[in-house]
């Protein structure tokens, strides 16, 4: 996700260290959806830390980089048109991942991500690249202070959220707000500033560091591509090994547990909701029933199974 500028080796390589921790955690979600592990990611605090890291890391070198694509003027022409086409592909980027995740998982879909935040943040960012660095790293704290202890029942407005400040945190795959998170670009526009030579180094010569460099250097190729990949593989061998995902062991204890208060004896709820998990698969809804995206159609395919089971 970098501008195209003067390549800094030790930045590609920081960049690819970050792609390949992004993986391990995306690898880590894809296998607790799919039920191949029971990773805690949002209660967690490991979890949790790893995750404020990761994002950390590729805002601040995104910062640290528009620093350095800004080196030779905002009004040089060459930077204009680099940033304009940079800007763009982060956004069609971003915008791609909006439609797949409201496409798969229309209950949590990523409405603003690292990808849009991003694109925002940089836009914002170069309101910064040459205040002096003091001035950047005290917006930073305050864009984290913000973000950490302030909440306004205002921002939990759909068309507002993305900002931050929300007293309910959104349900999202991958929410990324400017408040407290734009601290992390920030920092990252004033640790440039203080240290020009950032990142300037001789290329690495070793195998792994030259497979992180590149990784670095087509980042956001990297980001696009690797997740459909991973979870790919993890959903098949979840399906070849016959392992039961969290929805579906989620949907058979709500199920049974419903069944019997109402007053079922067990066995009989325990029979009655594989039955309906079955004609569900047998019709086709069942996975657009785990995924919540049912129209009346299969709102009543649905109904149609419950009474179906109940009458056997």
């Known amino acids: 996700m970098s501008m195209g500028t003067t390549r800094r080796p030790l930045l590609d390589v920081a960049r690819g260290m970050a792609l390949v921790a992004m993986a391990a955690y995306h690898a880590s979600w894809d296998l607790t959806f799919t039920g191949l592990a029971d990773f805690d990611l949002f209660g967690n605090p490991l979890w949790l830390t790893a995750r404020t890291l990761i994002v950390s890391s590729f805002l601040l070198l995104a910062g640290i980089g528009l620093v350095l694509a800004t080196a030779a003027g905002l009004d040089e022409p060459r930077f204009r048109r680099r940033f304009v086409v940079r800007l763009a592909r982060i956004a069609a980027a971003a915008g791609a991942v909006s439609a797949v995740s409201y496409a798969l998982f229309p209950d949590s879909p990523i409405f603003f991500g690292v990808l849009h935040h991003i694109a925002v943040a940089s836009v914002l960012g170069l309101a910064f690249v040459r205040l002096p660095a003091p001035v950047t790293l005290a917006a930073a704290v305050a864009a984290f202070l913000a973000g950490d202890h302030l909440a306004f029942p205002v921002f939990d407005s759909p068309w507002l959220r993305w900002i931050g400040l929300t007293t309910v945190p959104p349900d999202s795959n991958d929410y990324v707000p400017l408040l407290p998170w734009t601290g992390a670009l920030l920092a990252g526009i004033g640790l440039a500033r203080l240290w020009p030579g950032i990142g300037a180094g001789p290329a690495p ?60 004896g067990a066995a009989l709820c325990e029979s009655n909701c594989r039955c309906v998990r079955t004609e569900l698969a047998r019709t086709g809804l069942w996975e657009d029933f785990l995924a919540n995206r049912l129209d009346e159609g299969g709102r009543l395919g649905v109904s149609s199974a419950v009474q179906s089971c109940r009458s056997r």
């Not at 590149?214 to 696009?224: D, K, N, T």
Request: with cysteine; proline share 5%.
């Open 205 to 264: 010569a070793n195998p792994v560091g030259r497979a992180l460099a590149w990784g670095g250097r087509h980042s956001l190729a990297v980001y696009l591509i690797h997740q459909p990949v991973l979870f790919g593989l993890a959903w098949l061998i979840a399906q070849g090994v016959g392992v039961e995902s969290p929805q579906a062991r989620n949907f058979h204890q709500s199920c049974v547990t419903s069944c019997t208060q109402a007053g079922g």
